[in-house]
Structures are given as C-alpha cells and as structure tokens.
C-alpha cells in the first residue's frame, strides 16, 4: 500500500502479497473480521503473522492506526456534517420538488415537476460529545472527584493486616 507519491511505503518490508493485501484491508476498515473477508483469508492467519514475524506486526500497528484514523474521520462527518436519512409517508419515500432561485417549481421539459427523493440530515450528538471529550477532556472531560474524609474533615487510619483480627482488638 503506498501512500502519497514520494511517500515511504508505510509496509515497505511486507513482500507476501496476502500479508500487503490484508494490511491494506485493515488500514481501510479498522476491522480484522472485515480485513480477512476481503482479502479471503482465515483470520487466524493475522495472528499467526503477528506472532511470528516482527516487521508485520510493526506493519499491522500502523494499519490499525490508520483504520482508526478512518474511523475517526467518519464520527467526525457524522457529528459535523450529519447523514441524510429517507422521509417515508404511507410507507412510500416521500419527493420533495424542486424549486427555482424564486421560489417557483422546477419543470423539466415535458412541463412535469422535478421532484427528487425527500431526506432530513441527521446529526449525532453523542458522537460530537465523545469527540469533545477525547480532543479537549480538560473543558469537556467528565469532572468526578471522590474525596473521603474522617468527621470533622481529618484524616483516616487505614491499618492493613495480614491477619484478621476482631475490630475490638485492632489498635487505633
């Protein structure tokens, strides 16, 4: 798999064909279920090649780094941009009609209305949270801090023993 021309080849030292192939898959789907069924192969040939050569394994880190770069890329998309999502009505897809700069309905040139299947863009907030969370956790990040404390705000004595004791005979 090469990248940009110039670039160095990122596998440069994979030479077997299936083990490029699979590299290539995982770098695109971040899934070695999903890697294995495009290049048709067992799986359990990945971790055979993870065990018993280093520079595949080195290779198969940078494949999974770019898989979750895709990953990434598309929560990113979905946050940000959103997905169309079909509008049914009476369990058929609904059309929206066209309309001109003026307002006015576009007619092709049988004088029809143009119309073209109708969508709302969905957005995922969950996604636009975790994304927060992970790029900037100090302002967006989870704040729970568990504090314990003895009446009146002192300290506690934890006393650990190898023995167990009753709590009458434990020193305080």
Same mark, same amino acid.
């Given at each position: 798999?090469? !990248?940009? *021309?110039?670039? *160095?080849?990122?596998? &440069?030292?994979?030479?077997? *064909? %299936? %083990? @490029?192939?699979?590299?290539a898959a +995982?770098?695109?789907?971040?899934?070695?279920?999903?890697?294995?069924?495009?290049?048709? +192969?067992?799986?359990d040939n990945?971790?055979?090649?993870?065990?018993?050569?280093?520079?595949?394994?080195?290779?198969?880190?940078?494949?999974? +780094?770019? $898989?979750?770069?895709?990953?990434?890329?598309? #929560?990113v998309r @979905?946050?940000?941009? !959103?997905?169309? %999502?079909?509008?049914?009505?009476? &369990?058929?897809? #609904?059309?929206?009609?066209?309309?001109?700069?003026? &307002?006015?309905?576009?007619?092709?040139?049988?004088?029809?209305?143009? !119309?073209?299947?109708?969508?709302?863009?969905?957005?995922?907030?969950?996604?636009?949270?975790? +994304?927060? %969370? &992970?790029?900037?956790?100090?302002?967006?990040?989870?704040?729970?801090?568990?504090?314990?404390?003895? *009446? $009146? $705000? !002192? $300290?506690?004595?934890?006393?650990? @023993?190898?023995?167990?004791?009753?709590?009458?005979?434990?020193?305080?």
């Open positions: 798999m090469a !990248g940009k *021309p110039g670039s *160095p080849d990122p596998f &440069g030292k994979i030479r077997h *064909p %299936k %083990k @490029r192939a699979f590299l +995982m770098a695109n789907t971040a899934n070695v279920v999903r890697a294995a069924e495009i290049v048709r +192969m067992d799986r990945h971790y055979l090649w993870l065990q018993k050569d280093p520079d595949y394994a080195a290779a198969f880190e940078i494949a999974r +780094m770019r $898989g979750v770069d895709v990953l990434e890329a598309e #929560a @979905r946050a940000h941009e !959103g997905v169309a %999502k079909p509008i049914f009505h009476g &369990g058929k897809r #609904a059309i929206d009609v066209v309309q001109n700069p003026d &307002g006015s309905v576009k007619r092709d040139a049988a004088g029809k209305p143009i !119309g073209i299947p109708a969508a709302v863009r969905e957005y995922s907030d969950t996604l636009l949270i975790f +994304m927060l %969370k &992970g790029r900037n956790p100090a302002v967006f990040g989870d704040r729970q801090k568990q504090e314990h404390s003895a *009446p $009146g $705000g !002192g $300290g506690i004595t934890l006393v650990v @023993r190898s023995v167990l004791q009753p709590p009458e005979e434990i020193e305080t």
